[in-house]
């Protein structure tokens, strides 16, 4: 955006906060490019005031543009630029509106997701759509991983959609309501595996939830992370040769790494890390936590 002709007159962004385990105040990384390029930024802590949306109009912005802001805009805000309000939505709407459609679209199996450029209205991630790009979610995708990857669509997407705009090509498609899926924020607690879900949902899990906040699960109550698996086998009776291992319990140690029953199928854990030290190939932490074969986990 600042390669383009249109000038960015300010930057709004939530306050900086403290990160990681020393809890150094750090500036989110969009404040610290505008002030790289003498930019003024705005970081209010709330809307609700009325002292932003001040602020707000003091730049008399011609189209305000959002992206991960994080923050509901009052409906005053959304009215206030010429040309309104779009948003940078890390989905294909309709599926997928709110806060965590990234880890949403893997933890359900998505095939495909994207970017939607949209108008934006009060409420949340209903606006018409302007413009998409999809991509195709590999096998190996993690949540982190196509988080990054959807950043670098989105800004393709928008400078598209603001050339077609200038062009006068960009059309407005409403949303069709039948087809709305919802993505809520996701917890911490979420990331705690439930043995009793399929292989395939487990292995989706611990990539959707990598690097926050990870899947974990319990070995001999001391926490273990898995960050990366493998479905061997998603039938019925793959949970032990008779069908009757109890989900989370150990089938096998073998060199590719355990093999764990799961309530439809079995996994193979490929990476751990269990509390306290780095991650590993879980072959090699099985055999120095010396896991068994019959252990539960979780």
């Known amino acids: 955006m600042l390669a383009r002709e249109d000038p960015v007159v300010g930057v709004f962004t939530r306050p900086d906060a403290a990160r990681g385990r020393g809890l150094a105040v ?3 990384p969009v404040k610290q490019l505008a002030e790289e390029h003498g930019i003024p930024v705005v970081q209010p802590r709330t809307w609700k005031d009325g ?3 001040e602020t707000f109009a003091s730049f008399r912005p011609d189209l305000a543009i959002v992206a991960a802001y994080g923050r509901l805009l009052p409906q005053a805000a959304l009215d206030l630029p010429r ?3 779009i948003n940078v939505h890390g989905s294909l709407l309709p599926r997928w509106r709110g806060a965590d ?3 949403r679209a893997l933890l359900e199996g998505d095939a495909e997701t994207g970017v939607t450029i949209m108008r934006m209205v009060l409420e949340m991630d209903a606006g018409p759509m302007l413009w998409k790009r999809s991509t195709r979610i590999e096998p190996d995708d993690t949540g982190g991983g196509l988080e990054l990857r959807l950043a670098e669509l989105g800004g393709e997407a928008l400078v598209e959609a603001l050339d077609r705009w200038r062009a006068g090509t960009l059309g407005e498609h409403e949303q069709d309501a039948a087809a709305v899926t919802y993505a809520p924020p996701l917890q911490k607690e979420d990331g705690r ?13 611990a990539r959707a939830f990598s690097p926050w906040p990870g899947a974990s699960t319990l070995r001999r109550g001391a926490p273990l992370q898995i960050w990366r ?3 061997v086998d998603a039938s019925p009776a793959a949970s032990g040769s008779s069908g009757t291992a109890a989900p989370g319990t150990v089938l096998a140690t073998e060199a590719a790494g355990p093999l764990v029953a799961t309530g439809r199928g079995s996994l193979r854990l490929l990476e751990v890390q269990a509390a306290g030290k ?3 190939a879980a072959s090699d932490w099985s055999r120095g936590a010396r896991l068994e074969i019959g252990e539960r986990l979780g």
């Open 26 to 28: 750090v500036s989110p």
């Open 51 to 53: 002292t932003a949306l």
């Open 83 to 85: 040309f309104g309000c």
């Open 101 to 103: 459609p990234i880890r």
């Open 193 to 205: 595996v439930d043995w009793t879900r399929t292989a395939a949902e487990i292995e989706r899990a």
């Open 229 to 231: 698996a493998l479905v």
């Open 278 to 280: 780095r991650r590993m």
